[in-house]
Every structure is written in structure tokens, then in C-alpha cells.
């Protein structure tokens, strides 16, 4: 069964702190995206990583892909508290069914 | 216009009742599904169809039915329910084939609670 793991599961910081959540699998995938769940919505696609060790920036969001396709990192960097919400990594298994991290819940205190 | 709508957002029910969420998408996709989200946040995927065609049934009990009557309508119905069957419930969309053919669309959740 192909797994995704992501770390930290909570992570409560103060405005203007940088942090960095973890994906990693023993799996190598295609491809893997990030999303972001707000309370009371539903997940919204941040990016897609394709090719190993590319690096995406949004504002201030950074996202890496592993060179070895089995891990993913994404870096906020000044964070603020429009950035609160759940962040779900995923990615497409070898059954074609996008599978997704548990989650890491992000809470931003002004 | 929103891209993919589910109704009821809020639901509270008894214990062996049938109830049904209802989805639509207006983006044009081939591929809708049912994810289901628990109280650890966790989301994972119950059914897909791609083109009314059932193409992914994951290990949910047979009291979840869903049912397709166009591509771009996914209905979920679930009969007895049950205390554990509590949960986020998200439909969702994609478009296989395209560049963006990964990018899974949700709707906003309908969040049930049986008591």
C-alpha cells in the first residue's frame, strides 16, 4: 500500500515565523500536489510538482520535490494568519487513485 | 458560479435513517468522486465514475450508493445509517487527459452527523 506521511500533524506558530511541512513516502510517484483546506471548505490545489528536485514558489510559499520523487517539503515563510488551514499533500498511486497525507493543521496567531 | 456544488451542507440525522447528498459540477469533466473525510482530517476516496461509468469502488460498505445519472451529476446515497458514519463528505471533479487532468476540484463538503 502506498502511503504518505506528513510532519509535523500540528503546528501552531506566531505571525511573521517561518515553518516548513514534510511528505514523504517509500514510494516514487509522477507527480505530487499540495493542498489547502480552509475551514469549512474544501481542498484547493496549491501546486504540482513533476520532476524531482524542482522547486515551486507562491508568494511566499515554497515547494520542493525530492530528486528521488518519494518526499516533498513545503516552506512558508512569514507566515500570516490568511495562511491558517490544513495542508494535504498527494499523489497519484500506482492504481491511478490519488491518495493524500493525513494532513498538517497550520494555526497562525496574529 | 461555483464549480462544483453539493447540497445539504449541513446535515444531522438518527441512527437508520436513508439519506442523500446531491453534487454537480459545471466544469465539463468526465471524472467526478466521492471523498470522505473523518474526524482526524484524513480524506480518503470512496467512489469515481468516469463518464456515469463506476470506475473506482474503494471497501465501503454497501449501504453507500452512489448514482450517476449524467457526467455531470454524482449522487451519494446512503441508507441505515450509522454512528460512524459521521463525517465531511466531499464531491469532487477532474478532467483526465489534460494538462491539469491530476488536479482534483472539490465541493465544499457536506458535513453529516448521525445521532
Known amino acids: 500500500t502506498q502511503l504518505l506521511e506528513q510532519s509535523p500533524q500540528f503546528l501552531s506558530i506566531q505571525e511573521g515565523e517561518n515553518l516548513t511541512v514534510y511528505c514523504n513516502s517509500s514510494s516514487v510517484f509522477s507527480s505530487l500536489q499540495w493542498y489547502r483546506q480552509e475551514p469549512g471548505e474544501g481542498p484547493v490545489l496549491l501546486v504540482t510538482?513533476?520532476?524531482?528536485?524542482e522547486v515551486k514558489k507562491l508568494k511566499r510559499l515554497t515547494f520542493q520535490f525530492g530528486d528521488a520523487r518519494k518526499d516533498s517539503s513545503l516552506h512558508i515563510t512569514a507566515a500570516q494568519p490568511g495562511d491558517t488551514g490544513l495542508y494535504l499533500c498527494a499523489a497519484t498511486s500506482n492504481t491511478g487513485k490519488l491518495i493524500f497525507g493525513q494532513g498538517t493543521t497550520l494555526q497562525v496567531k496574529p | 458560479d461555483t464549480a462544483v456544488s453539493q447540497t445539504p451542507k449541513y446535515l444531522v440525522t438518527q441512527m437508520g435513517n436513508d439519506k442523500s447528498i446531491k453534487c454537480e459540477q459545471n466544469?465539463?469533466?468526465?471524472?467526478m468522486y466521492w471523498y470522505k473525510q473523518d474526524s482526524k482530517k484524513f480524506l480518503k476516496i470512496m467512489f469515481s465514475?468516469?463518464?456515469?461509468?463506476?470506475?473506482i469502488n474503494e471497501t465501503v460498505p454497501n449501504r453507500f450508493s452512489p448514482k450517476s445519472p449524467d457526467k455531470a451529476h454524482l449522487n451519494l446515497h446512503i441508507n441505515s445509517l450509522e454512528l460512524g458514519d459521521s463525517a465531511v463528505y466531499f464531491c469532487?471533479?477532474?478532467?483526465?487527459?489534460?494538462?491539469?487532468?491530476?488536479?482534483?476540484?472539490f465541493g465544499e463538503g457536506s458535513w453529516l452527523t448521525v445521532v
Open positions: 469532487a471533479s477532474s478532467q483526465p487527459g489534460t494538462v491539469s487532468g491530476n488536479t482534483i476540484y
Open positions: 465514475y468516469n463518464n456515469k461509468e463506476l470506475i
Open positions: 510538482v513533476v520532476t524531482g528536485g
Open positions: 466544469l465539463g469533466h468526465d471524472t
